[in-house]
């Protein structure tokens, strides 16, 4: 998304949290569950950001994001 707005600042502050959850994101490819959970609520965030009601795009994240903090705390 940075790349594609021309946002270069953005783009590789992207790639560096990439390389840092690296590690936990190969974790989770090791689990049948994990994956599935992943792909769950990535496709939860979409579904929300395709309706346009900003309140559950931001609960849908949210629990993105809490899941991902919880699998990366641990995970290292």
Known sequence: ???NCGN???YKLMQT???LRRE???KILESPYERKSS???RSLVALE???GDCKSVNKAMSAF???SVKDFTFSS
Request: proline share 0%; hydrophobic share 65%; no cysteine.
């Open 17 to 19: 949290i990439i390389l």
């Open 24 to 26: 936990a994101a190969l």
């Open 8 to 10: 270069d600042v953005f």
């Open 65 to 67: 994001f809490d899941a």
């Open 1 to 3: 998304m940075a790349q």
């Open 49 to 51: 950001f395709e309706r």
């Open 39 to 41: 792909v769950e609520k």
